[in-house]
């Protein structure tokens, strides 16, 4: 069946650093991938996704790399900021309409 | 577009009582619906899957009796809690999304108590 691994957290950084949150995939097929954002007390956002190999989704400073040699997906961005604290779930769908398998869910906390 | 509405947002009940909480697609018709149950600092459990039309396919474990999923239009789905005890109390999100479209659109969450 499909899989998703996150990096372990919490993960806690001072405002500017860089983030790198990484996720691995196993999945049969073709999968389309995913990153959402939970903040306190709210559903998810997709934050980005891609949907084949070498494909770079990014929004708002993040970016993550389809990576289909390593099945990897991992996000990063050059420099994060308090408003960035939040918990990042990396997710797949391997056919269209069909369930989501998530990661374990990273939290994020950035600290001024 | 694309946007996902829960109702309520937050419920408190008293033990053994039933929430309804309601999914809606505002503005796009989703032919499939997915409920999420999420507790404390963990990812989320798919609970079931809801087609319009036709019976909801509930994950291993979930009782069906308990979590009465009804899909009745292409932009409403309602998940009832019944006979609502402490344990049930959790963050439950639904999403939507089309056939052909290989994306979820999630609505904001339910906080269910259950006293």
């Known amino acids: 069946g499909n899989s998703v691994t996150q990096m372990e957290g919490p993960v806690t950084l001072s405002e500017e650093a860089f983030l790198t949150i990484n996720c691995t995939y196993t999945a049969t097929g073709y999968p389309s991938l995913f990153w959402y954002v939970q903040y306190p007390g709210e559903g998810l956002q997709l934050l980005l996704k891609?949907?084949?190999?070498?494909d770079k989704g990014s929004n708002k400073g993040f970016e993550a790399t389809y990576r289909k040699e390593t099945t990897s997906f991992h996000l990063e961005k050059g420099s994060v900021q308090v408003s960035d604290s939040a918990v990042y779930f990396c997710?797949?769908?391997?056919?269209?309409?069909?369930?989501?398998?998530f990661g374990e869910g990273t939290q994020l906390t950035v600290n001024p | 577009g694309a946007v996902v509405s829960q109702h309520p947002s937050r419920v408190i009940c008293k033990s053994g009582t039933s929430v309804k909480i309601e999914c809606r697609s505002l503005d796009f018709q989703a032919t499939t619906m997915f409920w999420y149950r999420q507790f404390p600092k963990q990812s989320l459990m798919l609970m079931a899957t809801s087609n319009e039309g036709s019976k909801a396919t509930y994950e291993q474990g979930v009782e069906k009796d308990k979590f009465l999923i009804n899909h009745a239009s292409l932009t409403l789905s309602t998940l009832t809690v019944t006979s609502a005890h402490p344990e049930d109390s959790s963050f439950y999100i639904c999403?939507?999304?089309?056939?052909?479209?290989?994306?979820?659109?999630f609505g904001p969450g339910t906080r269910l108590t259950v006293l």
């Open positions: 891609a949907t084949k190999a070498d």
């Open positions: 999403s939507a999304t089309i056939v052909s479209y290989n994306e979820q659109f």
């Open positions: 997710a797949l769908i391997e056919t269209s309409g069909s369930r989501l398998t």
